[in-house]
Nanobody, 122 residues
Framework: VQLQASGGGLVQAGGSLRLSCAAS????????MGWFRQAPGREREFVST????????YYADSVKGRFTISRDNAMNTLYLQMNSLKREDTAVYYC????????????????WGQGTQVTVSS
């Protein structure tokens, strides 16, 4: 499956953005999906993952309560609604596909998309 992330941009602290990840192919519903991010000089880190059906989600503590992951299997699209953005959320955000939300959370991915830049200004 090929993944195409979009929706990044420049936003002020406290603002919101919604990222999208469009998947090609007919197998989107066969994968758990997730978001990861990488800030300059730092390693890529887990943000959130969602199960095949969308019924199970995981979030990093740093984004819990502010970010919401969702998916539309009919549209082959993954979303990340980001509210109350902070400067420390500045990073390149990547979408990924894996065998389960829990396994994907640990970084075991089958597919990566290209990143989309999110910059939060003060």
């Amino acid at each position: 499956v090929q993944l195409q992330a979009s929706g990044g941009g420049l936003v002020q602290a406290g603002g919101s953005l919604r990222l999208s990840c469009a998947a090609s192919g007919r197998t989107f519903g066969s994968f758990a999906m997730g978001w990861f991010r990488q800030a300059p000089g730092r390693e890529r880190e887990f943000v959130s993952t969602i199960s095949l059906s969308g019924g199970i989600t995981y979030y990093a503590d740093s984004v819990k309560g502010r970010f919401t992951i969702s998916r539309d299997n009919a549209m082959n699209t993954l979303y990340l609604q980001m509210n109350s953005l902070k400067r420390e959320d500045t990073a390149v955000y990547y979408c990924a596909a894996g065998p389960s939300a829990l396994v994907l959370r640990k970084g075991s991915t089958d597919y990566w998309g290209q990143g989309t830049q999110v910059t939060v200004s003060s």
